[in-house]
T-cell receptor, first 114, second 112 residues
């Protein structure tokens, strides 16, 4: 596609429910990143994919968070048993990979946990 | 460890120059970046500089890098209302090329 697409753009959920956030990277981009942006904070790195594998999962906050990428394209970030502190904007970015680290970001998913 | 720091706010009069500063800790960083985030949008890459450069100019934007002090700055000449946004500094540490480390962002506001 023309840019990185994320869905949904907004998600309101109840504490304890599971949520899935989707990211469609730019076609041909092999690297995909998930970041979290809390109100007034910078970007917190969550996970990075090169192709379908995730060499760097160091940023996942807890075992309630998981992510997968299939076909070297679409990625899903899943948060199980959501907590109020999970409320944030979840940003996805992609890049060509292979050392080219210029990231192209989607508009994010605003997650609100009530 | 890896860390990027920026001041949170900057207010500038329209037409003046804006200078946004950033400090980083990883001396092995290969690339340093400036991203812009407008309200309700994702981040957009503005410009970047390779670590073996000390200056890069792109139209109204000038990036200065002081490797000795690990200090990066972004100068926006003739600041316009459309420049109102949050500006993020980011580094790509050599030790982990996969993980781009971002600062907390500087909110630039323009006054008439």
């Amino acid at each position: 596609g023309a840019g990185v697409s994320q869905s949904p753009s907004n998600k309101v959920t109840e504490k304890g429910k599971d949520v899935e956030l989707r990211c469609d990277p730019i076609s041909g981009h092999t690297a995909l990143y998930w970041y979290r942006q809390s109100l007034g904070q910078g970007l917190e790195f969550l996970i990075y994919f090169q192709g379908n594998s995730a060499p760097d999962k160091s940023g996942l906050p807890s075992d309630r968070f998981s992510a997968e990428r299939t076909g070297g394209s679409v990625s899903t970030l899943t948060i199980q048993r959501t907590q109020q502190e999970d409320s944030a904007v979840y940003l996805c970015a992609s890049s060509l990979g292979g050392g080219d680290e210029k990231l192209f970001f989607g508009s994010g998913t605003q997650l609100s946990v009530l | 460890g890896e860390d990027v720091e920026q001041s949170l706010f900057l207010s500038v009069r329209e037409g003046d120059s804006s200078v946004i500063n950033c400090t980083y800790t990883d001396s092995s960083s290969t690339y340093l970046y400036w991203y812009k985030q407008e309200p309700g949008a994702g981040l957009q890459l503005l410009t970047y500089i390779f670590s073996n450069m000390d200056m890069k100019q792109d139209q109204r934007l000038t990036v200065l890098l002081n490797k000795k002090d690990k200090h990066l700055s972004l100068r926006i000449a003739d600041t316009q209302t459309g420049d109102s946004a949050i500006y993020f500094c980011a580094e790509s540490p050599y030790s982990s090329a996969s993980k781009i480390i971002f600062g907390s962002g500087t909110r630039l506001s323009i006054r008439p």
